[in-house]
């Protein structure tokens, strides 16, 4: 259709105003004009809404929503992608930002396969003031006699697009979850159909600055929510065996549980705080390696 929106840029915001610009810049940016900028705010306690709405007032295609109470995110992306109308959805996050040549490119590469339903880009690791330090060196291809939920190794990340009615079809995000969601999507986007991966960084990835024990009580929190998101691809696909075990031991979750029993702790703040002063470093290596 001749005015059929091709991609919806999924944004959800939370208190992002100190960095929601350079987002929505980036868009503003594209090469590529087909386009609508999608943000569901969850209730927002900073100047956020302002710097959206000022934008909202300047171009048609950036379409706001607003949350009744404070969701999470996994809940306002799943409303953000029924609410949008684009062919396809692609995910922002409102501190990160996009290439100016990022849609024009992912345009080409769908444009060229019919049958893709997803494809995802290399991307830049920056400093919390977007400023890049390297290209991430674990997005990569993933080998055609394998699938990413038994390769692995963090080889799908953003620029990540896909074809969001077949998505909402297939399930949507499952909003029982508010940590590790993009694997979520990634395990369900590859069971739908072909996912491309496009070799050139689109998408600038921004490391906040935040606390050593919160950042640590985060990163288990995801491995853990990973694990079970994981486990329910596992399921869907039918998969048993030794081929599950393999692909369960591969997240290492269980390194958690079993070296500090953190299912057992997880609920008291201070038990996380031991995993900084003692072996952090080594910890992190073995389950992010």
Same mark, same amino acid.
């Given at each position: 259709? @001749?005015?059929?929106?091709?991609?919806?840029?999924?944004? =959800?915001?939370?208190?992002?105003?100190?960095?929601?610009?350079?987002?929505?810049?980036?868009?503003?940016?594209?090469?590529?004009?087909?386009?609508?900028?999608?943000?569901?705010?969850? =209730?927002?306690?900073?100047?956020?809404?302002?710097?959206?709405? $000022? !934008?909202?007032?300047?171009?048609?295609?950036?379409?706001?929503?607003?949350?009744?109470?404070?969701?999470? !995110?996994?809940?306002?992306?799943?409303?953000?992608?029924?609410?949008?109308?684009?062919?396809?959805?692609?995910?922002?996050?409102?501190?990160?930002?996009?290439?100016? @040549?990022?849609?024009?490119?992912?345009?080409?590469?769908?444009?060229?396969?019919?049958?893709?339903?997803?494809?995802?880009? @290399?991307?830049?690791? =920056?400093?919390?003031?977007?400023?890049?330090?390297?290209?991430? $060196?674990?997005?990569?291809?993933?080998?055609?006699?394998?699938?990413?939920?038994?390769?692995?190794?963090?080889?799908?990340?953003?620029?990540?697009?896909?074809?969001? $009615?077949?998505?909402?079809?297939?399930?949507?995000?499952?909003?029982?979850?508010?940590?590790?969601?993009?694997?979520?999507? !990634?395990?369900?986007?590859?069971?739908?159909?072909?996912?491309?991966?496009?070799? =050139?960084?689109?998408?600038?990835?921004?490391?906040?600055?935040?606390?050593?024990? @919160?950042?640590?009580?985060?990163?288990?929190?995801?491995?853990?929510?990973?694990?079970?998101?994981?486990?329910?691809? /596992?399921?869907?696909?039918? /998969?048993?065996?030794?081929?599950?075990?393999?692909?369960?031991?591969?997240?290492?979750?269980?390194?958690?549980?079993?070296?500090?029993?953190?299912?057992?702790?997880?609920?008291?703040?201070?038990?996380?705080?031991?995993?900084?002063?003692?072996?952090?470093?080594?910890?992190?290596?073995?389950?992010?390696?």
């Amino acid at each position: 259709m @001749q005015n059929q929106v091709i991609f919806s840029i999924l944004m =959800c915001n939370y208190n992002n105003a100190n960095y929601i610009s350079q987002a929505i810049d980036s868009v503003l940016k594209q090469s590529f004009e087909n386009w609508e900028l999608s943000i569901v705010d969850d =209730c927002s306690t900073d100047n956020s809404m302002e710097i959206i709405k $000022e !934008y909202e007032s300047i171009d048609s295609r950036i379409k706001v929503f607003l949350n009744s109470e404070n969701s999470g !995110y996994g809940k306002s992306l799943a409303k953000n992608i029924e609410l949008a109308t684009g062919k396809y959805g692609a995910i922002l996050d409102p501190d990160d930002a996009l290439t100016p @040549q990022a849609l024009q490119l992912m345009h080409d590469v769908f444009k060229k396969d019919n049958e893709l339903v997803g494809a995802y880009s @290399q991307m830049y690791y =920056c400093d919390k003031d977007l400023k890049i330090e390297k290209i991430f $060196e674990f997005t990569k291809k993933v080998p055609s006699n394998s699938t990413y939920l038994e390769h692995g190794r963090m080889a799908m990340t953003h620029f990540f697009v896909f074809d969001r $009615e077949k998505f909402i079809m297939h399930g949507n995000i499952d909003t029982r979850y508010r940590n590790a969601l993009d694997q979520d999507w !990634y395990y369900k986007i590859e069971e739908i159909g072909k996912v491309e991966f496009v070799n =050139c960084p689109l998408y600038y990835y921004r490391v906040s600055p935040t606390g050593i024990s @919160q950042g640590i009580k985060k990163r288990y929190f995801t491995t853990k929510d990973h694990l079970e998101i994981a486990k329910n691809a /596992i399921n869907r696909r039918g /998969i048993t065996g030794r081929k599950k075990i393999k692909i369960i031991s591969k997240i290492k979750a269980l390194l958690f549980y079993t070296k500090y029993r953190f299912e057992k702790s997880e609920k008291n703040p201070q038990a996380l705080l031991s995993l900084y002063k003692s072996k952090y470093h080594q910890i992190i290596s073995k389950i992010y390696d």
